[in-house]
């Protein structure tokens, strides 16, 4: 059975930081690319980062560079993304997303992070 399972969202004051992560299990975690994604409410689900199977090549969303990093653990199933210098902006549900092709893709049932004072 496929899982991806996030953690590490909560409340946090501007500026603060938090790493989230996502435990995968169920399918071949180190042949597929993984994405995180957020979803604000009333708005659409957005990228925010991605990288690719073997972690080489990584890509963020304009608004995070430079403040979030995405890595993975081939070795855990798990792959991270650290959140710093967060803006109430970053307020949304922020999903895991395993994907390797059309078929092939799976999403986790997120995580809340809330950036307030």
């Known amino acids: 059975q496929v899982q991806l399972v996030e953690s590490g969202g909560g409340l946090v004051q501007p500026g603060g930081s938090l790493r989230l992560s996502c435990a995968a299990s169920g399918f071949a975690f180190s042949t597929y690319a993984m994405r995180w994604y957020r979803q604000a409410p009333g708005m659409e689900r957005e990228l925010v980062a991605g990288?690719?199977?073997?972690?080489?090549?990584?890509n963020y969303a304009d608004s995070v560079k430079g403040r979030f990093t995405i890595s993975r653990d081939n070795a855990k199933n798990t792959v991270y993304l650290q959140m710093n210098s967060l803006k109430p902006e970053d307020t949304a549900v922020y999903f895991c997303?395993?994907?390797?092709?059309?078929?092939?893709?799976?999403w986790g049932k997120g995580t809340l992070v809330t950036v307030s004072s």
């Open positions: 997303h395993a994907f390797r092709n059309s078929r092939e893709n799976y």
């Open positions: 990288i690719t199977s073997a972690g080489g090549l990584t």
